[in-house]
C-alpha cells in the first residue's frame, strides 16, 4: 500500500530491497550507518544507480514508523508479508529472472544484517527463519551467504583504499 503509480518497476524493487532490508537491520533493535551504507550499496549496485531515492528515502522512513508500531516481535510477520509481495511481483517476470531477483532480496538482506561487523543473534535467528519458511535450498543459501560476504569484503576495502588522487 505504500508504493503508488507513481513509481517506476526499479522503484518497486528498490523500495521493497530496501524495506525488507529496514527489518532486518531493525531486529537487534538498532539500524546501524553501516547497515543503512550497504542498503544503498545493494540497491545502487544491484538494481540501478536510476533509482529515486527520494521515493526510497521515503519508503525508508514509513518502513521505520510501521516498525515502531509492530514492535520488534512484529517484524518476522511483516516481512513474511513484504517478501510475499515481493514474489507476487516476480509472478510477471521471466521464470529465470524471477530466481534471481527472489535471491537477490536475501542477499541484499543478509548482507545488511553483517554490515556493521557480523550477524547479531536475533537477526540470525530472523534471517534462518525466512530461509526455512520461504524453503530455500542449501545451494541457494550457500550462494547468498558467499555473495553477501564478498560485497561486504569489497565495500570494506574500498573504504580502507588510501584516494588516489592525494598522491603527488
Same mark, same amino acid.
Given at each position: 500500500?505504500?508504493? %503508488? =503509480?507513481?513509481?517506476?518497476? &526499479?522503484?518497486? &524493487?528498490?523500495?521493497?530491497?530496501?524495506?525488507?532490508?529496514?527489518?532486518?537491520?531493525?531486529?537487534?533493535?538498532?539500524?546501524?550507518?553501516?547497515?543503512?551504507?550497504?542498503? =544503498? $550499496?545493494?540497491?545502487?549496485?544491484?538494481?540501478?544507480?536510476?533509482?529515486?531515492?527520494?521515493?526510497?528515502?521515503?519508503?525508508?522512513?514509513?518502513?521505520? %514508523?510501521?516498525?515502531?508500531?509492530?514492535?520488534?516481535?512484529?517484524?518476522?510477520?511483516?516481512?513474511?508479508?513484504?517478501?510475499?509481495?515481493?514474489?507476487?511481483?516476480?509472478?510477471?517476470?521471466?521464470?529465470?529472472? =524471477?530466481?534471481?531477483?527472489?535471491?537477490?532480496?536475501?542477499?541484499?538482506? $543478509?548482507?545488511?544484517?553483517?554490515?556493521?561487523?557480523?550477524?547479531?543473534?536475533?537477526?540470525?535467528?530472523?534471517?534462518?527463519?525466512?530461509?526455512?519458511?520461504?524453503? &530455500?535450498?542449501?545451494?541457494?543459501?550457500?550462494?547468498?551467504?558467499?555473495?553477501?560476504?564478498?560485497? $561486504?569484503?569489497? =565495500?570494506?576495502?574500498?573504504?580502507?583504499?588510501?584516494?588516489?588522487?592525494?598522491?603527488?
Amino acid at each position: 500500500e505504500f508504493i %503508488t =503509480r507513481e513509481y517506476s518497476g &526499479l522503484d518497486i &524493487l528498490a523500495s521493497i530491497l530496501a524495506s525488507a532490508s529496514i527489518h532486518i537491520a531493525k531486529v537487534d533493535g538498532v539500524i546501524s550507518e553501516e547497515e543503512i551504507s550497504a542498503i =544503498r $550499496y545493494g540497491i545502487t549496485n544491484e538494481i540501478s544507480e536510476k533509482v529515486d531515492q527520494e521515493k526510497i528515502a521515503k519508503v525508508v522512513s514509513m518502513t521505520k %514508523t510501521h516498525i515502531s508500531q509492530i514492535g520488534v516481535n512484529g517484524i518476522y510477520d511483516s516481512l513474511i508479508e513484504l517478501i510475499n509481495y515481493h514474489i507476487s511481483i516476480l509472478q510477471n517476470i521471466e521464470e529465470s529472472g =524471477r530466481a534471481d531477483l527472489a535471491i537477490l532480496l536475501f542477499t541484499i538482506m $543478509y548482507e545488511v544484517a553483517i554490515a556493521d561487523g557480523g550477524i547479531h543473534p536475533a537477526e540470525e535467528r530472523l534471517f534462518s527463519r525466512l530461509c526455512g519458511y520461504f524453503s &530455500l535450498s542449501n545451494e541457494h543459501l550457500e550462494i547468498i551467504i558467499r555473495t553477501a560476504n564478498y560485497h $561486504y569484503q569489497h =565495500r570494506k576495502n574500498q573504504a580502507a583504499k588510501p584516494d588516489e588522487s592525494l598522491r603527488f
